[in-house]
Nanobody
Framework: QVQLVESGGDLVQAGGSLRLSCTAS????????MGWYRQAPGKQREWVAT???????NYADSVKGRFTISRENAKNTMYLQMNSLKPEDTAVYYC??????????????WGQGTQVTVSS
């Protein structure tokens, strides 16, 4: 069984910074891409950033230049450094990972989410 656990969400003022963490645990053979998504109240979940297995990164236009995704493979942990936060960044942030649990089995896993609230 695999589990993803996020942490780091908080209430912060506009212009402030937060760092989110996501740690995978369980029967993990390997982790391919990992990414962050977010869902604001009344809106659909949207993609924020991805860190691929070949260490390339991609960002949504709305966060490019402000957010930085990174990964610590030895700890099965991914981070999202969020700077210059805006009220529109307020959302529940979810961690996603494509994880292989055996030679034949790979699937996407999700964390439970962590709340980020940015006040104006």
């Amino acid at each position: 069984q695999v589990q993803l656990v996020e942490s780091g969400g908080d209430l912060v003022q506009a212009g402030g910074s937060l760092r989110l963490s996501c740690t995978a645990s369980g029967s993990i053979r390997s982790i391919n891409a990992m990414g962050w998504y977010r869902q604001a109240p009344g809106k659909q979940r949207e993609w924020v950033a991805t860190f691929t297995s070949d260490s390339s990164t991609n960002y949504a236009d709305s966060v490019k230049g402000r957010f930085t995704i990174s990964r610590e493979n030895a700890k099965n942990t991914m981070y999202l450094q969020m700077n210059s936060l805006k009220p529109e960044d307020t959302a529940v942030y979810y961690c996603n990972a494509r994880i292989k649990t055996s030679i034949w089995a790979a699937r996407d896993y999700w964390g439970q989410g962590t709340q980020v609230t940015v006040s104006s």
